[in-house]
């Protein structure tokens, strides 16, 4: 069965099209800093946003046209694969990643949810196979079910405890079976409303255990995915533990995880966190904790979490920028965390948001690669810090400097040399030239 008739496969036609059904700057061959595109983004589809979401609000009811739903239970959840693959194929998205509550209906026990997850990952494997489609990571879903409302990890209560555990457990021998090249933690309500109630040194210990637990578990069955935590500082809680890149790096080398995780960041939740999503990925990177990404945008009009297809070219630059200075994103890819608006409720606008989201990022990454190329920003910026290359400098940077011979210094340095603009507007002017001229 076809769910998507009126939609043929997306091509590449280059910028001039006026096909709302083709790329104008993805070219998954397009060679860039010696990589094809498709090397390069490792685009991927979020199966939460594009096939169980139905654009439902805190005002409204759900608006979206879907025809698997007038399915229900297992029925509904095996016309979804079918659907699955047939909108990776169109769209020539490469991986896809999932919740396991997306895949499957939870059930009425927790054994009823298990044999759910096998009849559905039996066809998802089957679909893989057929199709040459890969799973970029899958996660348990801690945190819709009401169980969850005081946390999973961070719960106050250890029979919750043991539920997430076991979903967890149950999602890594997923990942396993199906060859998941990353296997994600999103803390959805790891985190607190009030402190007056909450032992957060437990919650954060206990978070800890299970993220330890994980890293055993796949140890022990041979699942060799990378580890990726997803920071994010509030919703649906207040405060969550895993608040932005920063203090989610310094809680992983508190308890020895670091060795184990890297970091899994999206665009909508660096803004939450008062951050450019640049700045998160700059956090990352020099950390070496740079894993995967997210790709969406907030509104900065909405002080909230709306997952918007990114279409922000000065954005896109600036996040592949740092994939591409990063060496890339090895294991990790490019999820489109993203759904469509709530006014955009036909099948068709699934594909028109996608190809715009790989598009703005196709374009991000050939302007990246050219500022790189050029070193327009690293010039600059060796140019600014040279004053650490030489003399007192370079003894700060080795090590070799004491506070009295940095003070003895100052004493005896009658005229320090100026210090120079930082031509921050010629910059931004210069990346705009670099936009606009690709």
């Known amino acids: 069965m076809a769910y998507f008739e009126t939609v043929n496969k997306i091509a590449y036609e280059g910028s001039r099209s006026t096909n709302p059904y083709a790329f104008k700057f993805y070219n998954p061959e397009e060679i860039v800093a010696g990589k094809t595109m498709e090397e390069h983004l490792r685009f991927a589809m979020a199966y939460w946003h594009t096939l169980t979401a139905g654009g439902s609000d805190p005002f409204g ?222 956090v990352a990177r020099i950390n070496g904790m740079l894993g995967s990404l997210d790709a969406n945008q907030g509104d900065t009009l909405l002080g909230w979490d709306t997952d918007e297809f990114p279409v922000n070219i000065y954005d896109a630059t600036l996040t592949l920028y740092e994939v591409l200075k990063n060496g890339g994103l090895g294991r990790g890819g490019i999820n489109f965390d993203a759904k469509v608006r709530r006014p955009s409720f036909e099948p068709e606008d699934l594909f028109l948001a996608h190809i715009a989201g790989m598009d703005t990022y196709a374009k991000g990454l050939k302007v990246a690669a050219k500022l790189i190329e050029d070193r327009v920003f690293d010039d600059f910026i060796d140019k600014r810090y040279s004053s650490f290359k030489e003399g007192v400098g370079a003894d700060i940077v080795s090590g070799k400097a004491t506070l009295a011979s940095l003070a003895e210094y100052a004493l005896n340095n009658e005229n320090p040399r100026r210090n120079e603009s930082g031509r921050q507007e010629l910059l931004k002017a210069t990346l705009n030239q670099y936009i606009l001229a690709e």
């Not at 046209?65 to 699955?84: C, I, M, Q, Y």
């Not at 057929?130 to 106050?156: D, E, I, Q, V």
């Not at 803390?187 to 637990?213: H, K, P, V």
């Open 61 to 282: 009811a759900e608006t979206a046209v879907r025809s698997w739903d007038k399915l229900n239970g297992l029925d509904k959840a095996k016309a979804r694969v079918e659907a699955a693959f047939e909108f990776l194929e169109k769209m020539n998205l490469p991986y896809f990643c999932f919740h396991d509550v997306d895949i499957a209906p939870e059930g009425a026990s927790l054994r009823e949810f298990y044999s759910n997850l096998d009849i559905i990952v039996e066809r998802i494997e089957q679909g893989m196979k057929s199709s040459g489609k890969k799973l970029l990571w899958n996660t348990a879903n801690m945190f819709t079910n009401p169980r969850y409302l005081h946390g999973a990890g961070s719960t106050c209560n250890a029979d919750v405890f043991a539920h997430a555990a076991a979903q967890v457990k149950k999602g890594l021998e997923i990942g396993k079976q199906l060859g998941a090249e990353n296997y994600v933690f999103w803390g959805g309500r790891e985190g607190y409303e009030t402190l007056l109630n909450t032992d957060l040194g437990l919650e954060l210990d206990n978070i800890a255990r299970l993220f330890g637990l994980a890293v055993d578990y796949a140890k022990e069955i041979g699942f060799d995915a990378q580890f990726l935590i997803e920071p994010k500082p509030k919703e649906p809680t207040k405060h969550q533990y895993d608040f932005d890149a920063a203090t989610t790096i310094s809680f992983l080398q508190k308890y020895g995880l670091d060795k184990h995780f890297k970091l899994n960041l999206e665009a909508n939740h660096a803004t939450l966190a008062g951050h450019t999503f640049e700045h998160e990925l700059r």
